[in-house]
């Protein structure tokens, strides 16, 4: 016996699409934003994504000469008109530069071109696609013979247009993290050469090392647990930024509590627990529980905001830090935004959130925003940056379109940074990014 | 071929209301009120009728597990089976159980029990527990062993006294065979709890009981005829429509049997004017098509001509001296195949050609509607193939190769089609009506529903 279809497999850490992205969207030079672990980090992380677009670009040249050599090897070295239809997902642009490239390998072989009246072979090939592929096919035409067909298939990534940004008041950027099939439910960093990352997954934490630009699995530590999870599953992983050997980092699930220990292993301990999760990341002592069945926090809150210790039940919350105290807004599950000021709950009727908040510090204008969840074009969230003035949250930058459905929205360690996660509907896959913002000019 | 201006509008219309994705996460709670066509006299997934509609399988994963499933994009994932194995000849599969899973009458879904339904839905294999596993040797080698294990047929089901018990997210609370079927919610469902408490499903109801069901608030979801989708668009209701994806077509009784049959199907098949069918008929509710598998899900369908060519018909009809008129068989009870088969007459008496139209089941020629029966793409091409009473398409290659290259799906269908036994028309767009308050909607490119992701506006936190 042999193994074979299925197993938890080791993704790519990128895609082409998010490749193409970052290289399009991230300015890594953010004065005053970055640690040196950070700018580091980031470095390594251009390299990597450089070097994955330029392997991308030879995958492509794969398909062209292998299309080429399958045409060139039922003609033969003859002279040829050349046609090329695009009925797939790729732009014009794209399109084109496989249509050069293709006329050049065929080139290559001996193949010369010239008009359809005057070449001895016809060939017709067609950009399309299935389900998982791109699917070339060239119909090729010899004299009065019927058409000959072949066709060669790669992996279907998607490529998504990216309009230039506005100027505006902030900048939200994303940096792409990792992406994979299973649903990521959180994402941590660990300071250190090399750096390392934390997945939290339905399944397991998964500690990632960068090594000459790539991130490589080390470490798959399993997460137990003996009820169903909800469908709707949501978990937060968080590194200990004080903590020692024996305490790395924790991860909270619906029901479950995981603490992670080791130095050079790591190792992980499940419990069934109804322990509180904390809200606002490791800045806010607050603390709440999570139905454990459900996908919401139940609202009861701890320490509390100045005398209120109970709030609606809730998806997601955001501190407002202010002077002396925090005030706190809250996706409640009534679909509404809550401001709790430790004296009163007002409900902010005008804000249209989604169900995802979580508290950002930029130092720009007040120094913290809330970023928020909304509808965005066709199937894709947006990501906006708000910030509080007086009571009323008003926009600071302008809505990201993130290519999916946000399914997590995390307070990174430190808050100078966001985690997302968002649901990519063309390619099934679950992608984590960093929100950062910058000021504006 | 460039879509027309009103194929157009359809098509925008109805990406304009594909489901845009949830604004805020799901709620819990509520009753889902859904209205169908069908009605199936039995939920025994063994039973389930391979040539129905849709509907059938998207009912039957509420309430059956399959060891496998497959997703939107055709790739087989884990079901109640959360690992497999095969030998190198793919005839020999292990299929491990996932551990802790329960039937809705308590008892455990334990290898046994699961060989003892996949022998039911199968007699040609050889099923057998083994310990925690499940082994399953087929005849031939079947690399595409668990995308067909993803077949609603396949659903696992406990047998007894008459009864069929399931494991999935939904138990049966009511059964009125071919009138009514309610659904309650597992909350120990080993996938997650479905974000609904309860499902009643109305069967048997025409599409216009359908929509004044949902007119009326008395119903969350129906369906809508192809021939309607657009109509429904501009009324303003909520609509989601799938690409197009059920199988329309002619299926001769028998096979070729002599040259000048071969001509005169050829004739019939050059005559027929799809794209007026599709866009007069059926309002741009479906798509043209030469082969079996939509365009969409092979990347090769534009091979195959769909145009209309009366010119190359009646020269393949006058090489015939003598032709018999044909019978062109339908469904009664479904509207929009009678009309069709009128169309299909007149333009073969355009091209020389004598048919009848019939509502009994005895003709030359069948007009037939089928829906896609997988997302693997060679699995639905034999699923198909067998529903139509073709020969199986075959492989001789590397079985590894079967699925992952469309260069063969493209060689098995061409030499389907060349048989001459069957004459695609259609691709038909799946569509139904929502209420205002159905979130969290998907519907797979197959039409298949996934009510278990479904969640009410209105259901309790």
């Given at each position: 016996?042999?193994?074979?279809?299925?197993?938890?497999?080791?993704?790519?850490?990128?895609?082409?699409?998010?490749?193409?992205?970052?290289?399009?969207?991230?300015?890594?030079?953010?004065?005053?934003?970055?640690?040196?672990?950070?700018?580091?980090?980031?470095?390594?992380?251009?390299?990597?994504?450089?070097?994955?677009?330029?392997?991308?670009?030879?995958?492509?040249?794969?398909?062209?000469?292998?299309?080429?050599?399958?045409?060139?090897?039922?003609?033969?070295?003859?002279?040829?008109?050349?046609?090329?239809?695009?009925?797939?997902?790729?732009?014009?642009?794209?399109?084109?530069?496989?249509?050069?490239?293709?006329?050049?390998?065929?080139?290559?072989?001996?193949?010369?071109?010239?008009?359809?009246?005057?070449?001895?072979?016809?060939?017709?090939?067609?950009?399309?696609?299935?389900?998982?592929?791109?699917?070339?096919?060239?119909?090729?035409?010899?004299?009065?013979?019927?058409?000959?067909?072949?066709?060669?298939?790669?992996?279907?990534?998607?490529?998504?247009?990216?309009?230039?940004?506005?100027?505006?008041?902030?900048?939200?950027?994303?940096?792409?993290?990792?992406?994979?099939?299973?649903?990521?439910?959180?994402?941590?960093?660990?300071?250190?050469?090399?750096?390392?990352?934390?997945?939290?997954?339905?399944?397991?934490?998964?500690?990632?090392?960068?090594?000459?630009?790539?991130?490589?699995?080390?470490?798959?530590?399993?997460?137990?647990?003996?009820?169903?999870?909800?469908?709707?599953?949501?978990?937060?992983?968080?590194?200990?930024?004080?903590?020692?050997?024996?305490?790395?980092?924790?991860?909270?699930?619906?029901?479950?509590?995981?603490?992670?220990?080791?130095?050079?292993?790591?190792?992980?301990?499940?419990?069934?627990?109804?322990?509180?999760?904390?809200?606002?990341?490791?800045?806010?002592?607050?603390?709440?529980?999570?139905?454990?069945?459900?996908?919401?926090?139940?609202?009861?809150?701890?320490?509390?905001?100045?005398?209120?210790?109970?709030?609606?039940?809730?998806?997601?919350?955001?501190?407002?830090?202010?002077?002396?105290?925090?005030?706190?807004?809250?996706?409640?599950?009534?679909?509404?935004?809550?401001?709790?000021?430790?004296?009163?709950?007002?409900?902010?009727?005008?804000?249209?959130?989604?169900?995802?908040?979580?508290?950002?510090?930029?130092?720009?204008?007040?120094?913290?925003?809330?970023?928020?969840?909304?509808?965005?074009?066709?199937?894709?969230?947006?990501?906006?940056?708000?910030?509080?003035?007086?009571?009323?949250?008003?926009?600071?930058?302008?809505?990201?379109?993130?290519?999916?459905?946000?399914?997590?929205?995390?307070?990174?360690?430190?808050?100078?940074?966001?985690?997302?996660?968002?649901?990519?509907?063309?390619?099934?896959?679950?992608?984590?990014?960093?929100?950062?913002?910058?000021?504006?000019? | 071929?460039?879509?027309?201006?009103?194929?157009?509008?359809?098509?925008?219309?109805?990406?304009?209301?594909?489901?845009?994705?949830?604004?805020?996460?799901?709620?819990?709670?509520?009753?889902?009120?859904?209205?169908?066509?069908?009605?199936?006299?039995?939920?025994?997934?063994?039973?389930?009728?391979?040539?129905?509609?849709?509907?059938?399988?998207?009912?039957?994963?509420?309430?059956?597990?399959?060891?496998?499933?497959?997703?939107?994009?055709?790739?087989?994932?884990?079901?109640?089976?959360?690992?497999?194995?095969?030998?190198?000849?793919?005839?020999?599969?292990?299929?491990?159980?996932?551990?802790?899973?329960?039937?809705?009458?308590?008892?455990?879904?334990?290898?046994?029990?699961?060989?003892?339904?996949?022998?039911?839905?199968?007699?040609?294999?050889?099923?057998?527990?083994?310990?925690?596993?499940?082994?399953?040797?087929?005849?031939?080698?079947?690399?595409?062993?668990?995308?067909?294990?993803?077949?609603?047929?396949?659903?696992?089901?406990?047998?007894?006294?008459?009864?069929?018990?399931?494991?999935?997210?939904?138990?049966?609370?009511?059964?009125?065979?071919?009138?009514?079927?309610?659904?309650?919610?597992?909350?120990?469902?080993?996938?997650?709890?479905?974000?609904?408490?309860?499902?009643?499903?109305?069967?048997?109801?025409?599409?216009?009981?359908?929509?004044?069901?949902?007119?009326?608030?008395?119903?969350?979801?129906?369906?809508?005829?192809?021939?309607?989708?657009?109509?429904?668009?501009?009324?303003?209701?909520?609509?989601?429509?799938?690409?197009?994806?059920?199988?329309?077509?002619?299926?001769?009784?028998?096979?070729?049997?002599?040259?000048?049959?071969?001509?005169?199907?050829?004739?019939?098949?050059?005559?027929?004017?799809?794209?007026?069918?599709?866009?007069?008929?059926?309002?741009?509710?479906?798509?043209?098509?030469?082969?079996?598998?939509?365009?969409?899900?092979?990347?090769?369908?534009?091979?195959?001509?769909?145009?209309?060519?009366?010119?190359?018909?009646?020269?393949?009809?006058?090489?015939?001296?003598?032709?018999?008129?044909?019978?062109?068989?339908?469904?009664?009870?479904?509207?929009?195949?009678?009309?069709?088969?009128?169309?299909?007459?007149?333009?073969?008496?355009?091209?020389?050609?004598?048919?009848?139209?019939?509502?009994?089941?005895?003709?030359?020629?069948?007009?037939?509607?089928?829906?896609?029966?997988?997302?693997?793409?060679?699995?639905?091409?034999?699923?198909?193939?067998?529903?139509?009473?073709?020969?199986?398409?075959?492989?001789?290659?590397?079985?590894?190769?079967?699925?992952?290259?469309?260069?063969?799906?493209?060689?098995?269908?061409?030499?389907?089609?060349?048989?001459?036994?069957?004459?695609?028309?259609?691709?038909?767009?799946?569509?139904?009506a929502l209420g205002a308050n159905v979130m969290g909607w998907r519907e797979d490119p197959d039409g298949s529903w996934r009510l278990q992701d479904v969640w009410l506006e209105t259901g309790k936190p």
């Amino acid at each position: 016996m042999r193994y074979a279809v299925y197993n938890l497999s080791i993704h790519p850490p990128i895609n082409l699409r998010t490749n193409l992205r970052i290289n399009l969207r991230v300015n890594l030079r953010i004065p005053g934003m970055l640690s040196s672990f950070s700018s580091r980090f980031f470095s390594s992380l251009l390299f990597a994504l450089l070097f994955l677009v330029e392997a991308s670009a030879q995958n492509w040249a794969g398909a062209e000469g292998l299309l080429a050599g399958k045409i060139a090897s039922a003609t033969g070295p003859k002279t040829m008109a050349l046609e090329v239809l695009n009925r797939s997902s790729l732009n014009a642009a794209l399109s084109d530069d496989i249509r050069r490239n293709l006329l050049t390998q065929l080139a290559a072989t001996g193949i010369r071109f010239l008009t359809a009246e005057q070449a001895a072979v016809s060939v017709r090939v067609t950009l399309s696609e299935d389900l998982r592929s791109y699917v070339w096919v060239a119909e090729i035409r010899q004299g009065a013979n019927a058409p000959s067909v072949v066709m060669v298939s790669l992996p279907r990534s998607a490529v998504r247009a990216v309009e230039p940004a506005p100027a505006a008041v902030m900048e939200l950027r994303e940096v792409a993290l990792w992406s994979q099939a299973e649903r990521i439910l959180d994402v941590a960093f660990i300071e250190g050469s090399p750096a390392r990352m934390l997945v939290l997954d339905p399944n397991s934490v998964t500690l990632y090392r960068m090594q000459e630009s790539r991130w490589l699995v080390e470490q798959a530590l399993a997460i137990t647990h003996s009820r169903p999870w909800p469908r709707d599953l949501r978990g937060r992983l968080l590194w200990r930024t004080d903590g020692d050997n024996s305490h790395l980092f924790d991860a909270w699930l619906p029901g479950v509590y995981c603490r992670g220990s080791g130095s050079a292993a790591l190792a992980m301990t499940c419990s069934e627990s109804a322990d509180p999760w904390p809200i606002g990341a490791d800045l806010f002592s607050q603390t709440t529980s999570f139905a454990f069945s459900r996908n919401f926090f139940s609202g009861t809150l701890s320490p509390g905001v100045g005398t209120q210790t109970t709030a609606p039940a809730f998806y997601s919350a955001a501190a407002v830090p202010r002077e002396h105290s925090s005030w706190w807004l809250l996706a409640a599950v009534d679909g509404k935004v809550h401001l709790l000021d430790g004296v009163t709950d007002q409900v902010m009727e005008k804000l249209k959130w989604g169900s995802d908040i979580a508290s950002l510090r930029s130092g720009c204008g007040s120094g913290w925003q809330v970023l928020a969840t909304g509808a965005g074009a066709g199937r894709s969230d947006k990501v906006q940056a708000f910030e509080s003035i007086g009571r009323e949250p008003v926009a600071a930058s302008i809505p990201l379109e993130v290519g999916g459905a946000v399914t997590a929205l995390w307070t990174g360690s430190g808050g100078t940074s966001v985690v997302a996660v968002v649901h990519n509907w063309e390619t099934g896959e679950y992608e984590a990014f960093r929100l950062t913002l910058t000021c504006g000019r | 071929m460039r879509p027309s201006g009103s194929l157009l509008l359809v098509a925008v219309s109805l990406s304009l209301a594909i489901a845009a994705p949830a604004r805020t996460r799901p709620h819990y709670g509520g009753t889902l009120r859904v209205a169908i066509g069908e009605a199936p006299a039995s939920l025994d997934p063994a039973e389930s009728e391979r040539g129905g509609r849709e509907m059938l399988p998207s009912l039957s994963r509420l309430v059956f597990d399959t060891l496998v499933t497959v997703d939107a994009r055709g790739q087989a994932q884990p079901g109640l089976s959360p690992s497999w194995q095969t030998d190198p000849g793919y005839q020999r599969w292990q299929f491990s159980i996932r551990r802790g899973v329960a039937f809705h009458d308590g008892t455990a879904v334990s290898s046994d029990a699961v060989a003892a339904s996949l022998r039911t839905a199968n007699p040609d294999w050889k099923v057998f527990a083994a310990g925690e596993a499940v082994i399953i040797e087929c005849n031939a080698p079947t690399p595409d062993l668990p995308a067909v294990l993803a077949l609603a047929r396949y659903g696992i089901a406990k047998r007894t006294g008459g009864k069929v018990v399931g494991s999935g997210p939904f138990a049966i609370g009511r059964w009125d065979p071919g009138k009514k079927l309610a659904l309650s919610a597992r909350d120990d469902y080993w996938g997650g709890r479905a974000f609904l408490d309860s499902i009643e499903i109305e069967l048997g109801k025409s599409f216009r009981e359908q929509m004044i069901a949902l007119d009326l608030g008395k119903a969350d979801l129906v369906e809508i005829a192809p021939d309607q989708a657009r109509h429904a668009v501009l009324e303003g209701r909520r609509v989601e429509s799938a690409p197009p994806s059920e199988w329309m077509g002619l299926v001769f009784s028998r096979d070729i049997q002599s040259l000048e049959d071969g001509k005169l199907r050829e004739a019939l098949a050059l005559c027929i004017d799809r794209e007026s069918m599709n866009n007069v008929l059926l309002q741009g509710g479906g798509e043209p098509s030469g082969t079996l598998l939509p365009g969409w899900m092979s990347g090769y369908a534009f091979l195959f001509p769909t145009a209309i060519d009366l010119q190359r018909a009646r020269q393949a009809r006058d090489a015939v001296r003598q032709v018999s008129p044909w019978t062109l068989g339908y469904d009664a009870s479904d509207p929009l195949a009678r009309v069709i088969a009128e169309r299909i007459a007149l333009n073969a008496r355009d091209a020389g050609l004598a048919m009848q139209t019939t509502a009994t089941a005895a003709a030359d020629i069948r007009l037939v509607r089928m829906p896609l029966p997988s997302l693997d793409a060679w699995v639905a091409l034999s699923e198909l193939a067998r529903s139509l009473g073709l020969p199986q398409p075959k492989f001789d290659g590397d079985p590894l190769q079967q699925s992952a290259n469309p260069s063969t799906a493209y060689a098995a269908e061409s030499a389907l089609l060349q048989s001459q036994r069957l004459v695609p028309l259609l691709h038909l767009r799946t569509a139904v009506a929502l209420g205002a308050n159905v979130m969290g909607w998907r519907e797979d490119p197959d039409g298949s529903w996934r009510l278990q992701d479904v969640w009410l506006e209105t259901g309790k936190p």
